[in-house]
């Protein structure tokens, strides 16, 4: 009599499961092989997991720049490797609004007292999630497995949005009489006949780098947000000390909507 009743109840969960799967439109197999969705319209239980996945490396042989996630109000968080001439370089973990491009939290690892040494993100990402978890939850963070270079956008014609710089140049501080050097740049993006200016960069309103001036402004590369139609333009360039001396290379993160604002 017990043989039958496991039975009985066995078969009356497998057929609720059943029904479960139905309700929801999902087969069997794609519950076995349903996974993360780097898209747009990524499932926001899918997004929300409870801790954030190691960050990757989404850099090159000059500089290394680690992606964490986005917020639904366009807050994006990544590490960078920060540089300071005649002071060294050090991870840096910055959450920063695309919309305004203000950014609202960042730690330098080396500069605090209390933090981890950084060798790379990778390797320590356990000490330094512990040490920036509650940042991150503050500002709605949310991780994502993946992140891939936003195909749409490039200095080329023929995309969907085309990217130019335009240098700006000026004495630089302590430059001993040297003329003019590259201080900044502006970046604008075109959207067919239409444009609009995302920023207006100068070496000396950087809240990560130091330097005196600039060489070799280049696109390093475009991220889209998984929810809405926006990316972070990402622009790699040289820094120079005030003796012309080179001190590294490092990263400026400007955000761009790609659908309002183009005049």
């Known amino acids: 009599m017990e043989t039958i009743i496991n039975k009985f109840f066995s078969k009356k969960v497998f057929i609720s499961f059943l029904f479960l799967f139905s309700a929801l439109n999902i087969s069997c197999e794609e519950y076995l092989v349903w996974k993360w969705r780097p898209s747009g319209d990524a499932d926001s239980s899918l997004l929300s997991q409870t801790k954030h996945p190691v960050p990757e490396n989404f850099g090159n042989e000059l500089v290394e720049f680690y992606p964490i996630g986005w917020s639904k109000s366009a807050n994006f968080a990544y590490m960078v490797y920060s540089q300071y001439p005649f002071k060294g370089g050090n991870w840096t973990l910055v959450i920063q609004n695309t919309k305004t491009d203000k950014i609202l939290y ?13 060798d790379n993100p990778v390797d320590s990402w356990p000490q330094i999630y512990r040490k920036v978890r509650s ?13 891939y270079k936003f195909r749409g956008i490039s200095t080329l014609s023929g995309f969907d949005y085309k990217i130019s710089y335009r240098k700006k140049t000026g004495v630089a501080d302590m430059s001993y009489g040297r003329s003019e050097e590259i201080i900044g740049f502006r970046v604008k993006v075109y959207n067919g006949n239409r444009s609009k200016t995302i920023a207006n960069y ?4 950087d809240a990560l780098n130091g330097g005196s001036h600039l060489s070799d402004i280049a696109f390093f590369g475009a991220i889209e947000s998984p929810f809405e139609d926006r990316i972070v333009v990402v622009t790699s360039f040289k820094i120079y000390d005030y003796q012309n001396d080179y001190a590294g290379t490092a990263l400026a993160i400007a955000g761009c909507k790609l659908n309002t604002g183009f005049k």
Do not use: A, C, T, W
């Not at 939850?137 to 497995?145: L, S």
């Not at 100068?202 to 309103?205: A, H």
């Open 202 to 205: 100068k070496i000396v309103n």
């Open 135 to 147: 940042y991150l939850d503050r500002h709605q963070i949310e991780p994502q497995r993946e992140f």
């Open 106 to 118: 960042s730690i330098g690892f080396e500069e605090e007292e209390d933090s981890p040494y950084i």
